[in-house]
């Protein structure tokens, strides 16, 4: 069980972020996470709960108008800095947040690198964004039809938000 919160609008996304991640800790506290959109996308995460995210972020880069972030409770992949969500595609395009299962992920994950992609994290979750990119790419295709082909591809339950540099101000949500 995960905690996932978004926002896009005219106001600063991190204090919006941060409170909804504060209400929904309950559904995860092994690690926490923001991804916040202004000309690009600037990550956050750290293992821990809230107010450890807060404590890693301290001074740092806060601003932007969009964003997603996460409360994890961990299924792939142990509770630590790299396995803590937001994930970003290979080329950091897109960003993806996630909660469930992603039961075929190992032969996705397979499938994508031998197409080219390496991994850093444990999570299914990494699996599930790089395939997005790369049926966005392959396909030439917007973010939300590449979303609906990868979910296509999966098998699972799961809720998901996405964002990507290349459409600006855009969450998806689907799950």
């Not at 996932?4 to 600063?12: F, L, M, Q």
């Not at 964004?129 to 799961?158: D, M, P, Q, T, W």
Request: glycine residues 10%; negative net charge.
């Amino acid at each position: 069980m995960c905690g996932i919160v978004g926002y896009t609008g005219s106001k600063d996304a991190y204090p919006i972020l941060i409170k909804g991640l504060q209400r929904l800790e309950y559904r995860g506290y092994d690690s926490a996470g923001v991804a916040l959109m202004n000309d690009k996308t600037t990550l956050h995460k750290c293992k821990g709960k809230v107010v450890d995210l807060q404590n890693h972020i301290g001074s740092g880069l806060t601003t932007g108008t969009a964003g997603i972030g996460h409360t994890r409770w961990a299924t792939h992949g142990e509770p630590n800095d790299v396995n803590a969500h937001p994930h970003t595609s290979m080329s950091g395009d897109i960003v993806l947040i996630h909660n469930g299962i992603i039961e075929n992920y190992d032969s996705v994950r397979k499938e994508l690198i031998h197409r080219g992609y390496t991994f850093h994290s444990e999570t299914d979750t990494e699996v599930l964004v790089n395939l997005i990119e790369e049926i966005k790419k392959s396909e030439a295709c917007s973010l939300s039809e590449a979303i609906r082909k990868a979910l296509n591809e999966v098998i699972g339950a799961y809720a998901i938000v996405v964002m990507s540099n290349s459409e600006p101000g855009t969450l998806v949500a689907a799950k």
